[in-house]
């Protein structure tokens, strides 16, 4: 089982930028997604943004697009989110989550992914 563990979470005024990453331990499937999740206070955990791990057409929440950009770095197995142009909104927990492609089944933004991070905090003050 592919395990998770996100780091680089912090606290930024509004118009900041930071970077998390996700290392990725274990075998990674060849048909296999890595994306970021984010759970505000009082909020729903809330797709932010993935893509398949082998390559492909990133997919973002229309409120993080043109200010997020998810990357990774495959030799590695780390999986990255620069945050640019943060609002106070963006305050959350991001978590990272890994599935199959089988399992994802087109539905990038359903929170039903297999694998989980523990999470990282982000909180952007105004």
């Known amino acids: 089982q592919v395990q998770l563990a996100e780091s680089g979470g912090g606290s930024v005024q509004a118009g900041g930028s930071l970077r998390l990453a996700c290392a990725a331990s274990g075998i990674i499937p060849s048909a296999y997604a890595l994306g970021w999740f984010r759970q505000g206070p009082g909020q729903e955990r809330m797709f932010v943004a993935a893509?398949?791990?082998?390559?492909?057409?990133?997919n973002y929440a229309d409120s993080v697009k043109g200010r997020f950009t998810i990357s990774r770095d495959y030799a590695k197995n780390i999986l990255y989110l620069q945050m640019n142009n943060l609002k106070p909104e963006d305050t959350a927990v991001y978590y990272c989550?890994?599935?199959?492609?089988?399992?994802?089944?087109?539905?990038?933004?359903?929170?039903?992914?297999?694998?989980w991070g523990k999470g990282t905090p982000v909180t952007v003050s105004s």
């Open positions: 989550a890994g599935d199959t492609l089988a399992g994802i089944d087109g539905r990038y933004d359903d929170a039903s992914w297999a694998n």
């Open positions: 893509f398949p791990w082998s390559g492909g057409t990133p």
